[in-house]
Structures are given as structure tokens and as C-alpha cells.
């Protein structure tokens, strides 16, 4: 993703709504749950099948927040996430991981810049806690949160 030309934040030179929220999963029946759950909470969502087109579609609109998957073909979550940390650092960065034993992963993933990890299966009131806190200026513990996180 190419920054603006003095180097800086692309996010600062575009309007992102405070409510925009991209997810990037391979999986599609969870994008779809997501994606129902959060825009019943008033949130506008885009989605994304991998992280290839999900760094795209940031590019061409992005947003406030990211939740992205861990493992994924065509670019996994912790390319995403060091993408989007450098790119644009501005940006709340969730990421899922849904197997045992990625632990490493997602402590390697908050090293590259998520501001969140959640292992699923994510209970939905917690999954929209750490969007809204995320939303509204960011975790006191950057990192870790409610049960189910790390």
C-alpha cells in the first residue's frame, strides 16, 4: 500500500467514518456472521476474502478499524497487520485466530502492530466491546482484554 507522498498516514489525508470497519477472513460463512452482527450494531462494514484483497480494498477505502483472520491464503494475517501498521499506523487492528497452538502467532501479530487478538470461537458481546473500545480511542491494555483474548 503506497503511502502519501510526504510518507505519512494515508488515513490523514482521506475522511474514514469512525464506524467503518473492514473484515478479512477466508472463511465466508464467518464474514457473513460478522458482518450481520456488527452492522446490526450500527457499524458500516466491508469484507474481504483474503488478505491480498483486503489490503486493496483498504486502499481504495479505508477504514477505521481492521479485524482480520490469522491464517489465510494469499497473504495471512500478520502480513496484513505489518502492512497496515506501517502504511497506515492510525488504524485499529484486530486480529482472529481460530485454531490452538497460535498463541506465537498472535503475540507476533500485537508485536506488528494489532491492537487486539481474539481466539475464536469469539462471543459476539465481546467481539463488539473491544470494536467499540477500539472505535472510541483505543484498550488501556493494549493487547488483551476480555476472556478469549490474549
Not at 490452538?100 to 469469539?122: C, E, N, V
Given at each position: 500500500?503506497?503511502?502519501?507522498?510526504?510518507?505519512?498516514?494515508?488515513?490523514?489525508?482521506?475522511?474514514?467514518?469512525?464506524?467503518?470497519?473492514?473484515?478479512?477472513?477466508?472463511?465466508?460463512?464467518?464474514?457473513?456472521?460478522?458482518?450481520?452482527?456488527?452492522?446490526?450494531?450500527?457499524?458500516?462494514?466491508?469484507?474481504?476474502?483474503?488478505?491480498?484483497?483486503?489490503?486493496?480494498?483498504f486502499?481504495?477505502?479505508?477504514?477505521?478499524?481492521?479485524?482480520?483472520?490469522?491464517?489465510?491464503?494469499?497473504?495471512?494475517?500478520?502480513?496484513?497487520?505489518?502492512?497496515?501498521?506501517?502504511?497506515?499506523?492510525?488504524?485499529?487492528?484486530i486480529?482472529?485466530?481460530?485454531?490452538s497452538?497460535?498463541?506465537?502467532?498472535?503475540?507476533?501479530?500485537?508485536?506488528?502492530?494489532?491492537?487486539?487478538?481474539?481466539?475464536?470461537?469469539?462471543?459476539?458481546?465481546?467481539?463488539l466491546?473491544?470494536?467499540?473500545?477500539?472505535?472510541?480511542?483505543?484498550?488501556?491494555?493494549?493487547?488483551?482484554?476480555?476472556?478469549?483474548?490474549?
Amino acid at each position: 500500500m503506497p503511502r502519501s507522498r510526504g510518507g505519512h498516514d494515508i488515513l490523514k489525508d482521506i475522511t474514514v467514518s469512525p464506524r467503518s470497519i473492514l473484515i478479512i477472513d477466508d472463511d465466508e460463512q464467518i464474514r457473513a456472521f460478522l458482518r450481520q452482527v456488527l452492522e446490526e450494531a450500527g457499524y458500516m462494514v466491508t469484507e474481504a476474502p483474503n488478505g491480498r484483497i483486503g489490503l486493496r480494498r483498504f486502499q481504495q477505502t479505508p477504514t477505521a478499524l481492521v479485524i482480520t483472520d490469522l491464517l489465510m491464503p494469499d497473504r495471512d494475517g500478520l502480513e496484513v497487520t505489518m502492512a497496515l501498521h506501517r502504511d497506515s499506523p492510525t488504524v485499529k487492528i484486530i486480529v482472529l485466530s481460530g485454531g490452538s497452538g497460535q498463541h506465537d502467532y498472535l503475540d507476533a501479530a500485537k508485536l506488528l502492530g494489532a491492537h487486539r487478538t481474539m481466539q475464536k470461537p469469539i462471543r459476539m458481546a465481546e467481539l463488539l466491546e473491544a470494536v467499540q473500545q477500539e472505535l472510541q480511542g483505543g484498550s488501556l491494555r493494549k493487547g488483551h482484554g476480555p476472556q478469549g483474548e490474549r
